[in-house]
């Protein structure tokens, strides 16, 4: 088949949605025909009368069978089909109707009936015979695959149901109506009707060839091709339109049309129609437009066959696809898939796609169809069939039709312009079409770095090109850089990034864009350019450099359009001195006052004022000599004239000024420099504003333009037909291409998107300390391959599950151990042995150190090696065997067939004492060979060093040094090319074995990096942690390995270092059988030649690289593999309605206790119940974790020892050392005493009584007593007053009677030291304590059991089977409960009953479940099929007065109901494109709509957010809440922001904005705005400042406090927290706490404390009393980094403050 035959293929409209030219539904597909060439092999039959060729079989006669498909896109519910109990949801699937036997004729094209379409005729040629006609000349009709009659003719089209036929000879014509009778459908012929194309004598007739039915609305016409007779050149006349009835076709011969009276067009000599059809009009009021294709070119035709657009082109098939109603798509021999449409010259055609090139033979692809976000087309329509005897004759390979994706934003667009009637004028047209196939920037619904369109994918240069030619700049420049309306501070992206700039250019509205597309790709060059006023400056461009050229020749085309200030920030970019002087030229020439300061800033900046190395030591301009000049005669002006003296002259410049500036204007020493820049630095926005006005943008007429586009109307976010469940899943182009059934995202694809490896909310919530639940504890794999090689070793993506050994010594623990035999078992899963070569110098002992020391029954307890003095010939050390396979032999010497065992870490933790007790070499650790099979302990000799591959030495001057048997020598203090060093660093003494007594030793201590740690006189410190990492990756030679030193968790040297096995010559090396032979006796040795006191603990080895971070971040901690495993499984009911009886909720955690067991409120049992003994006993005295001051008799009583209860419940005698006993020592899973009677999971569960604490009886009374004495607040160190009367009549910022640090315990000593690091990390995705609640409306605290001292949040921190939840005011502080989980966040006390919801997020099951606490109850759960940005808390005035969660997505913010009827998250607000890609550092609500009961709503939400690279400014953005969702950045550069409701503020109102901003390098500022609602926009605004506070560090000038390790990072640097009327401001770190009262418009100072102490999180809340405020702080502990604080600061506010409604 020359071309393929095919139906009409599918297309789009204008709009970009589906258009079926010949079907009224996708259902039936489209129809096409696939030829089989078959021979069959059987008995031949002029042999089969022989009886001696009876089995002879051959070949027949090769026969061609054509059969009718149907082939379906697959994209919609319609063309689905159920295959195999297996959804058709993505590419296209294709299905066989039947056999079209007719012999001697070729199908050669296919009709269907528009209105029926199960209805459809398959035309015929003759393929037998001389001189084959090329029309056709017979047709066969079909319905629903069944053969109704076969008719010869020549052409047919359908009317309705019915077929217009045109005669086999062309002379007549006549209509098929269609009838049913009790046989079944068949067709009754009319009378014939001869069609006259030409009147006259026979040189005008014309012969009918063919006809195409046109529609528009209920007319209907005909188009006709007929040939002239006498030349046979072809025409196409188009017939007048005429509605016709469709039950009475009588009238249908009005529809003929004739050369006399209906337009007509003349084809070339020699060109035939190969195609031709109706595209679809936008509305019925629009143009229509026919599309034909010839051999020779494609053309549009108006209805008045006028060629509106035409492409010389030769065609693979004769399928037109319409793309609107004004272009067309087809398929190119050259394998390409292009469009032609009705623009002028080079904009009225293009390609779409380009399909692959076969590379033997000829490819006649076929365009099958044309979606939204996809294209169809088939490459094979024929094949070979050869059919073995037995066989069935009618079975084939079939091949489906192959789908890809279609960027379509180009052909859409030019259509949109076509189908205007001015091009230049916008429509709603284009700016939906740009919409929906235009610019995307968010993955979303697509998961990370997935999906098509975005990143600018689509737009192409002729797009930016063809807009730009007519008029449309705004569009263009928002398909470049999302934004129509732009200005010089914008947060551009722009795309794509692989257009070049010269093409991106035609899309920039003005200069600023300009500028960000020239400096886009680079990040600081890029941030410079945005605000010169602000960032720090970058390289700029040379003169000659493209950039700079390109920008002086767009400098001259701005100022042909009389754009001054455009042109001059190009020509501050070029950096020539041409460019130079005529920017001085503007400058001057464009003020309106030649005496004013306008223009004085620009020229500053022109002369080089306050730019290092500019003017003496470096050879100035002369049009920075002129500006200089300019700018000191200005400086001089009095009434705007320059003085002179007496005689007439002007006083001389200074000596000084004429050196810098005049010298060089003398002609001896001009001369050029046309490499270098003239100007280092840009001239800044503020100074170009003041020197040249800048023109106002203009907006199009119709204001199309002023709202951004929304990206979520994108089809690649809502699919082909707004359905989200049909949008694809591409992985990758690559991957995806030629699939026939990809994956769906909808319903069908929450399994498979686990299969994909989308993230996780786990990972997105990015817990440093999360662990999976069955990754310890679990089954030895010690099971290796065949060959002995372990499985699995360095393979998994996850660096725990690539742990090789890890040793904790916890042997120590039990005294029955014989570990000095058995040796130290290994904590990971392989079960590795080390043992102790020396068992008369070598104990153990408790650590000393600061990693975790372990839980007894939940973590293995942490012991040190000790080591005594001995002698140095003598073996000693620790020995593990890594023979070749294991999972130790790691690292280094592995071929490419073990490639993930190339990788190794090793770390460990050493004590040394003074220097002067270290006298020799240490040898730490030690990898050598036992090539001889000699006894492993002579190996332990430290001067046996035959055999040795590698060794890390410690040398008595305090360096490390890494020695390898190729000779390789590395010291810890060389460092390496990757590595600056210089500074230093206030955390490297922390851990040096206690804490440090005094500030100034802290300093003191600090050692140089690359030297170890020794112990200090006073017997504390010499604490080291080392870390060798090892990589044979990417090595050219087996033996080279990139070895890493870290020490401290800091990186300080590293090289390529040459490990042999010795003895090991060249040759030996290529063999691979050598090595391994060798390596079959390889260990590892530790601590050879120990000193006197020496300690060794904590060993762990990685098959895996560990980033610096990681091991900085870990090298306290205890691995999930020391975790002892001990489940419990509990579950918890679900809460029922009134209606619905209790049941157990199948799958959750807890299931209901049992009727009787759940004890009364005032009789909880926890944990730790009371041994059975004295029913008087007083339980209320049984003292706590932090209890009150103790009296006097209490501190008598503590004298003598108390009956305690231990972790099982046994009585003991409590000690002095209990107080600092570990809090989760106990079985806090409720493990009940043995000889408990009985035991209740809900007694179990209630966390009540988890440490069975109660408030002592008269602590409230004495809290009080105290408060009446006025007993000064506590601080830390105070700053005295700076001023007298400074800070008002109500000054507490004087130093008081008891350290504020101090009045609190530490956070180990009320959890353990795991947890409390933990806390100090902080929960993911979320702040410590919340958040700011001090814009929302007032609550009313009367129905809360804590008495309204609600503000601030408690803290959650997870693990895999429990959650604790820490509050700093509650006894017990930590409460833990059963619950396993990623992640968790707690609400207040929400009623008077205590009703407590904690929200958790369960990773494994991707759930959220909402527990109420006090009633041990499921309220709801939620499953995440999106991601998690942030979370939070909200007050119950956020929405409703009712319990809300905030959830922040990439799509937008959600309020959470979970005790709504409806518990599901609605959408408060859309995530526009600035915010994309953002991190959420904090969020808060405020204002209130003035509602009340379930109708209150928040009106505004505050974000702070920073974009994913480090080191980038804080951001402040204000969201109406429930609004319109226009995004509004405060600030690009704030230091911490938080929203304010003055206690005056009441009803419906907007709250007040504080914003802490940088005045200078050192100062900070608080500034107070309100919030304005614009009645132009309808959307909000900031103010005019209404005071503003400068915060006094003085006092902390000097003072730079080091964060520890926190999950949200260190943004934002200044806490902003407020309540009532007062704000309070945090310098993180400076430690400084800063307290105003906002009076009277004014900040006044109230109180100010330096508490000495970095502050991880700060919140504010109403004290005891309704005259008081609480500041509750957490604070780091500046010497341990994994401990910390909650400190509290109560402020007495006045009576005016106070009366306000809380």
Not at 178 to 186: A, R
Not at 1039 to 1062: N, W, Y
Not at 1135 to 1155: H, I, R, V
Not at 1555 to 1568: C, G, S
Request: aromatic fraction near 6%; glycine fraction near 8%; hydrophobic fraction near 35%.
């Amino acid at each position: 088949l020359r071309h393929p035959t095919a139906s009409a293929p599918p297309g789009l409209d204008s709009a970009g949605y589906v258009s079926l030219p010949d079907t009224s539904t996708d259902k039936e597909g489209i129809l096409h025909v696939y030829t089989i060439t078959q021979a069959k092999r059987q008995l031949a039959p002029e042999l089969a009368s022989l009886q001696a060729n009876a089995q002879r079989l051959d070949w027949t006669a090769p026969v061609q069978r054509h059969w009718l498909c149907r082939s379906r896109t697959g994209d919609t519910k319609d063309g689905q089909e159920t295959i195999d109990e297996d959804n058709v949801t993505g590419g296209s699937y294709g299905s066989i109707i039947c056999d079209l036997n007719f012999p001697g004729f070729t199908p050669f094209r296919i009709v269907r009936s528009k209105a029926n379409s199960s209805l459809s005729a398959v035309l015929f040629r003759s393929s037998l015979g001389i001189g084959i006609s090329v029309d056709a000349v017979c047709f066969a009709l079909f319905e629903n695959g069944k053969l109704l009659e076969k008719r010869d003719a020549r052409d047919l089209c359908f009317l309705g149901e019915n077929a217009l036929v045109l005669g086999q000879d062309g002379t007549i014509m006549y209509l098929l109506t269609k009838k049913t009778n009790e046989h079944g459908t068949y067709f009754e012929e009319g009378p014939p009707f001869r069609p006259l194309l030409g009147f006259g004598n026979r040189q005008d007739y014309v012969d009918c060839r063919r006809i195409l039915c046109v529609t528009s609305g209920k007319e209907t016409g005909l188009v006709v091709v007929g040939t002239k007779v006498t030349d046979n050149q072809v025409c196409l006349v188009a017939g007048n339109l005429s509605e016709v009835n469709a039950d009475d076709m009588s009238g249908w011969t009005r529809l003929i049309p004739n050369l006399q009276d209906n337009a007509v067009m003349w084809l070339k000599s020699g060109e035939e129609v190969l195609s031709m059809t109706e595209l679809p009009r936008y509305d019925e009021e629009g143009r229509r437009c026919i599309a034909v294709a010839t051999q020779n070119r494609v053309m549009l035709l108006s209805s008045s066959m006028i060629a509106r657009s035409e492409m010389s082109i030769k065609l693979s098939s004769t399928s037109l696809a319409s793309i609107g109603s004004h272009t067309v798509a087809f398929c190119s021999s050259d394998f390409k898939i292009r469009y032609l449409c009705c623009l002028d010259g080079k904009f009225s055609q293009g390609i779409i796609a380009t399909l692959p090139n076969p590379r033997y033979g000829h490819a006649p692809y076929h365009l099958m169809a044309i979606r939204p976000d996809r294209l169809l087309y088939f490459q094979y329509h024929s094949g070979l069939r050869m059919v073995e005897q037995g066989e069935n004759p009618n079975c084939f390979l079939f091949p489906n039709a192959i789908t890809r994706p279609a960027m379509l934003l180009e052909p859409m667009v030019s259509n949109a312009l076509c189908e205007a009637d001015n091009p230049t004028e916008s429509t709603i047209l284009l700016r939906a079409v740009i919409e929906r196939f235009g610019r995307k920037v968010g993955s979303f619904p697509h998961g990370d770095d997935e999906g098509i369109g975005i990143n600018g994918t689509g737009l192409t240069p002729q797009v930016l090109d063809v807009l730009s030619a007519y008029g449309h700049r705004h569009p263009a420049n928002w398909l470049l850089t999302g934004s129509a309306r732009f200005d010089r501070m914008a947060n551009s992206k722009v795309l794509p990034p692989w257009m070049p700039v010269s093409d991106k250019s035609a899309g920039c509205l003005n200069a600023d864009a300009h500028l960000h597309v020239i400096a886009n790709g680079d990040q600081y060059f890029s941030e410079y350019v945005k605000s010169p006023d602000m960032n720090m400056a970058s390289t700029l461009p040379r003169p000659s450099d493209p950039s700079a050229i390109h920008c002086r020749e767009l400098a001259k085309k701005a100022m042909a359009k009389g754009d001054v200030a455009g042109a001059l920030k190009l020509l501050d970019l070029t950096g020539s001195q041409a460019a130079e002087s005529a920017m001085l030229q503007l400058i001057l020439a464009s003020q309106v006052d030649p005496f004013t300061e306008d223009g004085t800033p620009a020229l500053k900046a022109l002369s080089g004022f306050g730019e290092e190395g500019f003017g003496s030591k470096t050879y100035n301009s002369a049009a920075a000599s002129l500006a200089a000049l300019a700018v000191e005669l200005r400086s001089r002006q009095e009434g705007g004239v320059v003085p002179m003296k007496a005689n007439g002259e002007i006083a001389p410049t200074s000596e000084e000024f004429t050196k810098r500036y005049m010298r060089q204007l003398a002609p001896s020493v001009q001369r050029a420099h046309r490499a270098q820049r003239v100007r280092h630095r840009l001239v800044g926005e503020e100074a170009l504003g003041k020197a040249v006005a800048r023109k106002q943008q203009e907006i199009d007429g119709d204001k199309l333009w002023i709202n951004p586009c929304s990206e979520t109307k994108h089809v690649w976010s809502e699919g082909p037909f707004k359905d989200k469940e049909n949008i694809l899943l591409l992985g990758s182009i690559e991957d995806w291409l030629g699939r026939r059934r990809p994956a769906i995202l909808g319903k069908e694809g929450a399994e498979i998107a686990l299969e994909r490896g989308e993230k996780t909310l786990a990972d997105i919530l990015n817990r440093g300390d999360d662990y999976d639940g069955d990754s310890f504890g679990g089954g030895v794999h010690d099971e290796a391959d065949k060959d002995g090689w372990a499985k699995g070793v360095g393979e998994a993506r996850d660096d725990d599950q690539n742990l090789a050994a890890y040793y904790r010594f916890s042997e120590g623990s039990d005294e029955d151990n014989d570990w000095k035999n058995d040796g130290f078992s290994d904590l990971s899963q392989f079960n590795n042995k080390a043992v102790v070569i020396d068992q008369e110098t070598t104990t153990l002992d408790a650590t000393q150190s600061n990693v975790d020391e372990g839980d007894p029954g939940k973590t293995k307890q942490l012991y040190d090696v000790c080591f005594e003095e001995h002698d140095g010939e003598v073996p000693c050390g620790l020995l593990l065997q890594a023979p070749r396979g294991c999972s130790l032999d790691i690292g280094m010497l592995h071929t490419s067939a073990h490639e993930s065992r190339k990788r190794c870490t090793l770390e460990f933790w050493y004590h040394l004492p003074t220097p002067q007790q270290v006298r020799e070499d240490i040898i730490l650790a030690r990898r050598s060979l036992n090539q001889d099979g000699a006894e492993l302990s002579k190996l332990c000799i430290p001067s046996h060093r035959e055999s040795v591959l590698w060794e890390l030495v410690l040398i008595p001057t305090g360096e490390l040094e890494f020695r390898t048997s190729g000779g390789t020598v590395l010291l810890s203090t060389e460092g390496d090319d990757d590595f600056e060093g210089g500074g230093t660093d206030l955390m490297g003494d922390f851990d040096n074995g206690g804490f440090v007594g005094d500030d100034e030793s802290t300093v003191e201590e600090i050692e140089e990096r690359g030297v170890v740690k020794w112990q200090r006189d006073d017997g504390l410190g010499g604490w080291n942690h080392v870390c060798i990492v090892f990589s044979s990756r990417h090595q050219d030679d087996l033996t080279d390995c990139l070895v890493t030193m870290f020490m401290g968790g800091k990186r300080c040297a590293s090289t390529i270092a040459t490990i042999t096995p010795p003895g090991f010559d060249d040759g030996m090396m290529f063999d691979s059988s050598n090595v391994d032979d060798a390596m079959a006796k390889s260990v590892y040795i530790f601590c050879l030649n120990p000193c006197p006191s020496f300690r060794f603990t904590e060993l762990r080895v990685w098959a895996c690289e560990r980033k610096e971070d990681d091991i900085k971040r870990m090298q306290y901690e205890a691995l999930s593999a020391a975790e002892t495993k001990r489940k419990l499984r509990i579950n918890i009911k679900k809460k029922t309605t009134a209606k619905e009886s209790a049941s157990p909720l199948k799958g959750n955690l807890l299931a209901p206790p049992k009727q009787g067991d759940a004890p009364s409120r005032s009789e909880r049992k926890g944990f730790l119940a009371p041994p059975p003994g004295d029913k008087n006993q007083d339980t209320k005295q049984t003292k706590g974790l932090l209890p009150p001051p103790p009296s006097r008799k209490e501190e008598e009583a503590e004298e003598s020892p108390a009956i305690t209860n231990d972790a099982f419940g046994f009585p003991v005698a409590a000690t002095k050392r209990d107080s600092k006993a570990d809090l989760f020592a106990s079985d806090t899973f409720g493990m009940s005493a043995p000889n408990a009677s009985s035991a209740s999971l809900n007694a179990a569960f209630d966390p009540s009584g988890a440490f069975s604490f109660e408030d002592p009886a008269g602590a409230k009374q004495q809290k009080t007593k105290a408060k009446k004495q006025k007993a000064p607040a506590p601080s830390g160190t105070a700053l005295p007053s700076l001023d007298s009367g400074s800070y008002g009549t109500n000054d507490q910022s004087s130093l008081g009677t008891i350290d504020i640090w101090l009045s609190a315990q530490p956070l180990s000593r009320q959890v353990r030291s795991s947890a409390a690091a933990a806390l100090v990390r902080g929960p993911p995705a979320t702040r410590h304590f919340g958040g700011n609640r001090g814009g929302l409306a007032p609550s009313d605290p009367s129905d809360r059991r804590d008495n309204g001292k609600f503000g601030v949040g408690a803290v959650a921190i997870c693990g895999a089977e429990k959650t604790v939840v820490y509050r700093h005011d509650r006894a017990p502080q930590a409460k833990t409960y059963p619950i396993g989980a990623s992640g968790a966040i707690i609400s207040d006390e929400m009623d008077n009953e205590g009703s407590e919801y904690l929200c958790c997020f369960l990773a494994k099951d991707k759930r959220m479940v909402v527990f109420e606490l006090s009633t041990k109850t499921v309220v709801v759960e939620l499953q995440m099929t999106t991601k998690l940005n942030y979370w939070r808390y909200l007050p119950p005035q956020a929405h409703g007065h009712t319990l809300v969660f905030m959830l922040i997505t990439p799509v937008g913010g959600f309020h959470w109901m979970p005790l709504d009827e409806s518990p599901r998250p609605r959408q408060v607000w859309k995530r526009g494109p600035d915010l994309q890609g953002k991190k959420i550092v904090a969020y808060e609500e405020g204002g209130s709509n003035g509602l009340v009961g379930p109708g209150a709503r928040s009106t505004v939400a505050l974000l702070l957010v920073s974009a994913a690279s480090t080191g980038t400014p804080l951001e402040a953005w204000l969201m109406p809440v429930c609004g319109d969702s226009k995004s509004i950045c405060v600030s690009s550069n704030v230091l911490g922001s938080a929203l304010f409701r003055p206690y005056q503020f009441s009803e419906a109102f907007l709250p007040l904005l504080v914003t802490a901003d940088k005045m200078n390098a050192q100062d900070v500022i608080l500034e107070v705005q309100p919030l304005v609602e614009s009645l132009a926009t309808g959307s909000l605004g900031v103010g005019d400042v209404i005071t503003c506070a400068i915060v006094d560090q003085r006092r902390v000038k000097k003072v730079n406090l080091q964060p520890p390790t926190l999950a949200m990072g260190t943004w934002p640097e200044v806490f902003v927290c407020c309540h009532e009327n007062l704000i309070v401001a945090t310098i993180r770190r400076k430690g400084l706490v800063v307290a105003y009262e906002f009076k009277d418009g004014d900040l006044v100072l109230v109180r100010q404390e330096a508490l000495n102490h970095y502050i991880i999180d700060a919140g504010v809340r109403s004290g005891v009393d309704r005259d008081e405020a609480e500041v509750v702080l957490m604070l780091s502990d500046q010497e341990n980094p994994r401990d910390g604080r909650v400190v509290s600061i109560t402020i007495e506010m006045t009576q005016q403050l106070s009366k306000g409604s809380r």
